[in-house]
């Protein structure tokens, strides 16, 4: 196994290379380097007797077709897409691995049929909708989203017809109730597994979010000539605010919230001029939480929080939600199989949810979906230091193994 794992992690780092910029990744919805993305992909599916088609979201399929299988099919996969100046193994790697599954399933001469999905786009880096891979695979994809468009001034529909598909295609890319099931196999993009020192999980949910827009309205005025005791801060009632943030959340999860997370990540300020005290404050707030009343009631609780130092401090406040997105569990009889492989093939057991978002949220909507996350070292990712461990590449290789040979007698 550990020649396989070496050479997957070989193939990411060679598709890292297939770019739109020299010396770093960034690889958008269907621009021209996801060509030889697929060109490379459909060499190494060919090679073990995939069948390979494009679908009209841009989606590359490879698909197993053992004679005389039965027609529901086992789907493995995640996208393509990257963001700007991007790792080599963020999405990328579950289509390898995927691949490598679907070899391991030759080999073994088991009768399940699979399918290969490599999605399109996950980021929503290019027009600024996220999932347009998997939202066409699930069926749910909107069709309003074809008239986005992006910093170049190129239309979503337009894009995809220059790849060389039809949008109008798009519906057909859903699936039906033919498939058994969708496993994405991802690094975990965060500190959790380097931290207990193991090399795999298994993905019990993919958490909630709420997001929220605060706005701190105070006075802008001269900052040499108001006294202190005048002023009406926007920018210091906010600070206070972000500081309350972080300080009320650690001591929850310290108490009893184990997993709630609130970040601040974005400000606007106005006039934003060095010698005018700031009059305007706009700030996100994200919370997540695999709990939607836990999320909720935390959300609730920081805008209380943000309402009170505004008013204490004679300052205006208001806030909207942008996006109160519910936690999506994982399918319990794939996780169930997969913590047995995991026990199987030695290594231990371990689940934890997913604090981001991943094509499995999208596909679990629709079909039975589970997850297995490898270790990102120093939790690194969306960052050219991306990595992973060749040991813990071939641990998913022998968990794949173990996985297969048990669900195999559903497809038998």
């Excluded at 017809?161 to 699936?175: H, K, L, Q, S, Y």
């Excluded at 997370?261 to 006039?271: D, F, N, Q, S, W």
């Excluded at 401090?313 to 794939?334: C, H, N, P, S, W």
């Excluded at 969306?382 to 794949?400: F, K, R, W, Y």
Aim: glycine share 10%.
């Amino acid at each position: 196994m550990k020649d396989r794992a070496l050479r997957a992690i070989a193939e990411c780092r060679l598709i890292a290379t297939m770019s739109e910029e020299p010396h770093r990744t960034t690889r958008r919805f269907l621009t021209p380097p996801m060509h030889d993305v697929h060109r490379h992909l459909q060499a190494r599916m060919h090679e073990l007797g995939m069948t390979t088609s494009v679908d009209g979201a841009g989606n590359m399929h490879g698909m197993l077709q053992p004679a005389g299988t039965p027609g529901k099919r086992l789907i493995l996969g995640s996208h393509l897409d990257t963001v700007p100046d991007a790792g080599a193994f963020d999405g990328v790697l579950g289509v390898i691995l995927g691949i490598e599954w679907v070899a391991l399933a030759r080999d073994l001469e088991l009768p399940i049929p699979i399918e290969v999905v490599a999605f399109s786009e996950e980021e929503g880096v290019r027009f600024g909708a996220p999932f347009l891979g998997s939202r066409a695979t699930a069926g749910v994809f909107d069709s309003g989203l074809l008239a986005a468009v992006d910093a170049q001034g190129v239309r979503m529909a337009d894009a995809i017809r220059a790849f060389g598909i039809d949008p109008a295609t798009i519906d057909d890319a859903g699936v039906g109730k033919d498939v058994f099931g969708f496993i994405e196999i991802h690094i975990e993009q965060g500190p959790v597994l380097e931290g207990v020192n193991l090399p795999l999980a298994v993905v019990e949910g993919i958490v909630g979010q709420s997001r929220l827009e605060l706005q701190f309205t105070g006075e802008a005025n001269h900052a040499g000539s108001t006294p202190m005791h005048l002023r009406r801060d926007a920018l210091a009632a906010a600070a206070e605010w972000i500081t309350a943030v972080e300080s009320s959340v650690r001591n929850a999860v310290l108490r009893q919230e184990a997993g709630l997370v609130a970040t601040v990540g974005h400000i606007e300020l106005e006039p934003n001029a060095e010698n005018v005290i700031p009059g305007l404050v706009r700030a996100t707030l994200d919370v997540r939480h695999m709990d939607s009343q836990v999320r909720s009631q935390w959300s609730a609780e920081l805008v209380r929080i943000a309402s009170s130092i505004a008013a204490r401090r004679e300052i205006g406040f208001t806030f909207t939600q942008r996006l109160d997105q519910r936690e999506v569990k994982m399918d319990a009889y794939l996780s169930s199989c997969l913590l047995d492989a995991l026990g199987a093939a030695g290594y231990p057991l371990m689940t934890m949810p997913s604090g981001a978002g991943h094509d499995a949220m999208i596909m679990a909507a629709k079909v039975p979906s589970a997850m297995l996350f490898l270790r990102s070292l120093r939790g690194i990712s969306h960052n050219p230091a991306e990595s992973v461990l060749a040991d813990d590449v071939e641990a998913a290789l022998n968990v794949g193994r173990e996985f297969l040979l048990r669900i195999a007698e559903d497809f038998g």
